[in-house]
């Protein structure tokens, strides 16, 4: 039992997290720490030093082909659609499903996890069956002169399949716990809908929010399966940095593949650190809303 009362500070109200024997602890801590460096540490370090291996000029020439860098704003593009589209479809989702009962609401929870169980590839090769030269919309596309499989809309349409799921399913159970007594409160006194998700909704899912799109834009940069089936692999026009990366390796330019591949690990690490610093900042006011 937690006993909560300040007259006894020989009692925690944390939980017995070191009731575990020291042999345990130290076991379970040492173990962890040989996984990450074997499985993360160690190979991040390993794509490093193979970018920088003939030195940091041939680093920085990797980055001055027209291919990378075409490769880099393709990328950076990409995500800059994705990430705020699936930003409205996952506000909107977890707004639905939290707040209200409707029918379907179990099957349109089913659909949002859908990208989390099926391949990338199969997500890509959905949009070639759609929009291929023999795909279901191929005439449609055609009459619009709009160009799908190959081009960058097929991309940016691949993409946002496999990352949608990420800032619903952040926002969901985090809305689901809060309930809507706020805004049911906020309603009462005679708060428009607008007027009560900007200022009752959001500021409570804020942080799930951060994590949502932080998540879903590390995948977009990264996202290389759904990509590569739709992209045709055009140095120049539809290779993303991913595919770049193994265009270059293939061809046993590995020096030029590692360091495309840092600038990848590098966003990455720039993701993970803005969420740390953030956690970091606003701690304490993330612990109140925890409780």
Known sequence: ??????????????????????????????????????????????????????????????????????????????????????????????????????????????????????????????????FGAHGWLAPAAD????KIIFAVPGIVLATVFVTFPFIARELIPLMEEQGSDDEEAAMLLGASGWQIFRHVTLPNVRWGLMYGVLLCNARAMGEFGAVSVVS????????????????????????????????????ALVTLGVKSLLEWQYRDEIAAMGH
């Not at 990797?62 to 409205?88: H, S």
């Not at 009459?143 to 709009?146: E, H, I, N, T, Y």
């Not at 990366?245 to 030029?256: R, T």
Request: negative net charge.
């Open 1 to 130: 039992m937690t006993i909560t009362n300040p007259e006894y500070p020989l009692f925690s109200t944390r939980p017995q997290a070191l009731s575990e024997p020291l042999w345990a602890r130290i076991s379970l801590i040492v173990a962890a720490l040989v996984f990450l460096g074997g499985f993360l540490l160690l190979p991040l370090l390993a794509v490093f030093v193979e970018a920088l291996s003939s030195g940091f000029g041939a680093y920085l020439a990797a980055f001055d082909e027209p291919d990378a860098q075409a490769a880099i704003r393709l990328t950076l593009m990409t995500a800059a659609i994705a990430v705020p589209f699936n930003l409205v479809f996952g506000v909107s989702a977890a707004w639905a499903i939290a707040k209200f009962r409707f029918p379907g609401r179990s099957l349109l929870i089913s659909l949002i996890d859908l990208p989390f169980s099926v391949s990338p590839v199969i997500s890509g090769l959905i949009y070639v069956l759609m």
């Open 143 to 146: 009459a619009l002169g709009v």
């Open 232 to 267: 045709g692999h055009i140095r120049g026009l539809t290779n993303t940095m991913p595919l770049h990366v193994e265009i270059l390796y293939n061809e046993y330019n590995f020096v030029a593949a590692f360091a495309v591949a840092s600038l990848l690990a590098v966003l």
